[in-house]
């Protein structure tokens, strides 16, 4: 399986434009390859993506990365932080409580997912599902909590939420930032959560698949078109990730829930019609 280098580019832009911004980029990337009457890239391809936003979200968040290590490690040996390792230390462990979900639930279903979920109508429908969702976190949140603030159950409840995510046309950063914001957090505090939380499930993820690489061989896969996605993929979100942390401090979510109203509309009425 080989992509040229407009295939290839095309879907590492869009994934990086969409995996932190509340849209669905794995429903995109089913979106992009239909339009374009493309062979479905495969979850191979998918996930070389999605390894490149995650190298994305580790260098911007690099030095919260080496608190939140610090402080992991801190509590593992019995020692207390100081300063302002010790809020690193407590976020820690709530991102790994909140990452449970999604990596129990990804395993039972992953081969279900990748077989009879990557339909454009069921993408589609599922848009509108993440739209309406954010209409009413954006409508309904008291959006007063910091990270800091954050409970047991606050994480619990956006790591299942995140769970739900494996279904392309749900925006995993939209269910987990919809999820913060009826917790009570600011939209750019749930942002922030949502993007750490990302990591471990990208690197879970991307672990299995590798797995599953290694069980088929490694010879037939396309590395200079992988290679080609990962650098753009990486460099797009990088650049996606300040610029939404950025509009998120003077604005609100409006803008992604229409569009995610309006584009699952046209999907499902090309597909119904």
Do not use: K
């Not at 509340?22 to 339009?35: A, E, M, N």
């Not at 610029?243 to 309006?262: D, E, I, K, Q």
């Amino acid at each position: 399986m080989g992509y040229d280098i407009l295939q290839t580019s095309l879907l590492a832009i869009t994934q990086g434009l969409t995996e932190f911004l509340p849209v669905s980029s794995s429903g995109h990337l089913v979106l992009v390859s239909w339009l374009f009457d493309w062979p479905d890239q495969g979850m191979a391809f998918d996930m070389v993506l999605h390894l490149g936003t995650l190298a994305a979200v580790v260098l911007y968040f690099r030095r919260e990365w080496v608190l939140l290590a610090r402080g992991l490690v801190d509590s593992l040996r019995g020692v207390r932080s100081l300063g302002q390792g010790e809020p690193y230390r407590r976020l820690a462990w709530l991102i790994i409580l909140a990452t449970i979900p999604a990596l129990f639930l990804g395993a039972l279903s992953e081969s279900m997912v990748e077989d009879r979920f990557r339909d454009p109508l069921l993408v589609g429908w599922l848009l509108l599902g993440t739209g309406v969702l954010l209409f009413f976190a954006e409508r309904g949140a008291r959006r007063s909590l910091e990270t800091g603030g954050m409970r047991t159950r606050d994480a619990l409840a956006i790591g299942v939420a995140q769970a739900a995510a494996l279904l392309p046309g749900i925006s995993r950063s939209g269910v987990t930032i919809a999820a913060g914001l009826f917790r009570g957090l600011t939209r750019e505090a749930a942002a922030r959560f949502s993007f750490l939380l990302a990591a471990p499930i990208i690197l879970g993820a991307g672990l299995f698949e590798v797995w599953n690489v290694t069980q088929d061989g490694w010879g037939n896969m396309p590395w200079p078109s992988f290679a080609l996605g990962f650098a753009l993929t990486g460099v797009v979100a990088l650049v996606c990730i300040r610029g939404f942390l950025s509009l998120l401090r003077r604005a609100t979510l409006a803008p992604f829930v229409g569009y995610c109203l309006a584009a699952g509309s046209v999907v499902v009425l090309v597909q119904v019609l």
